[in-house]
């Protein structure tokens, strides 16, 4: 019940940004899918804003597009995915946002982003990965 409040409230602070810039489908780039899915941070930070919000399992700030590639790097690393698949994702007020499921050997993990199109180009403005159950 926790995990769910704290999806709502990050899908709705982002989302109640009004950020326009661009124009989204409300679909998320398989190029973000398949850089998420084989564990590859630097085809990942291609996507990255300038600054980024991440909120891991054992570290959350706003970062610069580096340290963000780093930190990803280190969560792939500490969890190798056996799979990632995009749950559900969909558009509101121009930003995309998607929910898929990580799995690791030792459990899976819910994954959150939000993205926003600017100048033609998809980048990610937050990216939550949360512990999740069965």
Do not use: C, W
């Not at 698949?85 to 007020?93: A, C, F, P, S, T």
Request: hydrophobic letters at 40%.
């Amino acid at each position: 019940m926790k995990t769910t409040v704290y999806t709502l409230i990050f899908l709705f602070s982002f989302l109640s940004f009004n950020i326009a810039h661009g124009q989204t489908d409300g679909t998320l780039e398989e190029s973000i899918i398949r850089a998420t899915r084989n564990a590859n941070s630097v085809e990942l930070a291609n996507y990255f804003n300038q600054r980024i919000e991440l909120i891991l399992p054992d570290k959350s700030g706003v970062f610069s597009k580096e340290q963000a590639q780093f930190l990803m790097k280190e969560f792939f690393d500490s969890y190798k995915p056996l799979s990632f698949e995009i749950i559900h994702q969909g558009i509101r007020e121009n930003a995309t946002f998607a929910i898929g499921r990580y799995h690791y050997n030792n459990g899976q993990f819910r994954i959150l982003f939000l993205a926003k199109t600017i100048e033609n180009q998809m980048l990610i403005h937050q990216i939550r990965i949360e512990p999740q159950d069965g």
